[in-house]
């Protein structure tokens, strides 16, 4: 007697198709974008609110729910709600269906490759392809029987565990960094009687964007990159789901939001307030929304040190005095422009960055990487 069970996708689970006309109204106070997903990770560690951004999303997730990137599906982007919101229409929410499947086991099984190359070879559309649930459900699975899918689910979780642990102890590994900065960038300044400036001083331009909305564009499939606060991580840039405006609109009407090398973004509204990042230049024309602020340090400024004053003790415990205290908190140019830092000679802030780069990451953020190898490749074995 065979140890396994030859279903469907469409046997295990189904497309939820939840709406709503008015998500404020319904209760609900964020949305999931693709943006907010990350590659690889069943965890949803950002979103977007509601209130704020005012998203064009009808689609409802309840809390327990998969949502599924149907998207760029290379980018094998799906996770697990923590709460109720609406998201965007390249999200398929995803719900476990019948008895084939142990409903815990459902996550995992939507990770392994065997899903992911085939949402890959269904997808259609040159710039941006996408599958469609009723292209996935026709898969067939060879899945264990009920007595194995329990034992597998024990192993899952225990190693889910574990990669948890591992991560919450390389966030700690990244703080002792942190405080490592913070004697080189802040005690060093005290000790050296280093010159205080401005960033208004010693920046050529501190600004913001422009919303979509006040400005009456429309996105497009090809066009100059539009940066909005849910793309500026804390110290990186992710624009896998990248959102682009007309290339004509942006050098008539944005010019002066549009983005440089070198130029440092920080997130002025909202919940992810003081997040900063270094644009690299990887697209040639970008530009940034209304919730980010852009800074463009002068000849005497290298940006990783003022990034790096961004995110010194300092530098946060002022964002934080800097929120106003409304229902909207944010960060005014003014309170950036007025931000005070240490500021030795370019030199010396070159030689203190380039020795905090030099830092390898820890073998924690290894070992978090290898226990993701191990989930995956057991995943991957169950088919």
Request: charged letters at 25%.
């Amino acid at each position: 007697m065979s140890d396994k069970q030859t279903v469907k996708f469409g046997d295990i689970c189904r497309e939820v198709k939840l709406t709503t006309k008015d998500p404020i109204a319904d209760g609900y106070e964020r949305y999931i974008g693709l943006e907010h997903l990350d590659s690889g990770s069943l965890k949803i560690k950002r979103w977007g609110m509601i209130a704020e951004d005012n998203p064009s999303f009808t689609r409802v997730f309840k809390k327990g729910h998969i949502l599924f990137g149907k998207r760029r599906p290379y980018l094998k982007k799906a996770a697990i709600a923590e709460f109720d919101g609406i998201c965007s229409g390249d999200i398929i929410v995803l719900c476990p269906k019948g008895n084939l499947l142990l409903d815990d086991l459902l996550p995992f099984i939507i990770q392994s490759d065997l899903i992911w190359d085939h949402a890959i070879k269904t997808s259609s559309g040159s710039l941006s392809p996408r599958t469609k649930f009723k292209s996935l459900a026709p898969l067939e699975l060879n899945l264990p029987l009920i007595d194995k899918q329990k034992k597998l689910l024990e192993i899952f979780d225990k190693i889910s565990e574990l990669e948890f642990h591992i991560e919450r102890a390389d966030l700690s590994s990244q703080s002792v960094n942190n405080l490592l900065g913070d004697k080189l960038l802040v005690e060093q300044g005290k000790l050296k009687n280093w010159p205080t400036v401005k960033a208004g001083d010693v920046c050529e331009l501190i600004t913001k964007g422009a919303s979509p909305r006040w400005q009456g564009f429309e996105y497009v499939e090809d066009g100059a990159l539009f940066v909005t606060s849910e793309n500026v991580l804390h110290k990186s840039i992710d624009v896998s789901s990248p959102k682009f405006i007309p290339h004509e609109f942006s050098e008539k009407n944005l010019k002066r939001s549009q983005l440089v090398k070198g130029d440092v973004l920080v997130n002025i509204v909202g919940a992810s307030i003081g997040r900063c990042a270094l644009w690299d230049g990887q697209y040639e024309k970008a530009n940034v929304n209304q919730a980010v602020a852009l800074l463009r340090p002068s000849s005497r400024l290298d940006s990783r040190w003022l990034l790096a004053q961004l995110y010194s003790t300092n530098g946060q415990v002022y964002f934080g005095l800097s929120k106003v205290d409304n229902a909207r908190p944010n960060l005014s140019l003014k309170s950036l422009s007025d931000f005070e830092f240490y500021l030795p000679a370019l030199n010396i802030q070159t030689q203190i960055m380039d020795t905090l780069d030099s830092i390898p990451k820890s073998e924690l953020h290894y070992k978090k990487v290898a226990v993701k190898e191990i989930l995956n490749a057991l995943i991957n074995t169950m088919e």
